[in-house]
C-alpha cells in the first residue's frame, strides 16, 4: 500500500502505461485513498522494475530543458517528468517539447 496524492497517482499511471506496473488500484481509507500496486514480473520470475532512482527531492531540486532529455540505458530506461503539462516520460515531453522537473528514472 502507497499513501495517496496526485502526483504518485500520476508517476503510477504512467508506470502502467509503460508497462512497468501490472496493476494499480484506488482503496478508501477512511477519508484518504491508498494505492495498492500490483507488480509486473517477465517470464523468469524476475521482476520488470530493476531499479528506481529518484532525481529531485525536496533540498535539490533538478530541472532539464526538452533538448537535454536524452535516451538512457539503450531506450529500456524512462525518464518521469512533472512539466507545465502534467506529468509525463521523458519520451512525450521531448516530442511536446516541454522540458520541467525530472522526477525519477525507471529501469
Not at 508497462?19 to 514480473?41: E, I, M, P, R
Not at 526538452?66 to 512533472?82: A, C, V
Amino acid at each position: 500500500m502507497i499513501p495517496g496524492s496526485k502526483i504518485k497517482k500520476s508517476i503510477l499511471d504512467l508506470l502502467k502505461e509503460e508497462g512497468f506496473v501490472d496493476d494499480v488500484q484506488t482503496v478508501k481509507n477512511g477519508s484518504f485513498d491508498d494505492f495498492q500496486v500490483k507488480l509486473k514480473y517477465d517470464t523468469e520470475k524476475k521482476p520488470v522494475i530493476r531499479m528506481i532512482e529518484r532525481v529531485s527531492t525536496p533540498g535539490r531540486r533538478v530541472y532539464i530543458q526538452s533538448g537535454e532529455i536524452r535516451p538512457f540505458r539503450n531506450n529500456i530506461g524512462t525518464l518521469i517528468l512533472s512539466t507545465s503539462k502534467g506529468v509525463m516520460t521523458g519520451k512525450r515531453a521531448r516530442k511536446l517539447r516541454v522540458g520541467g522537473e525530472v522526477l525519477c528514472k525507471v529501469f
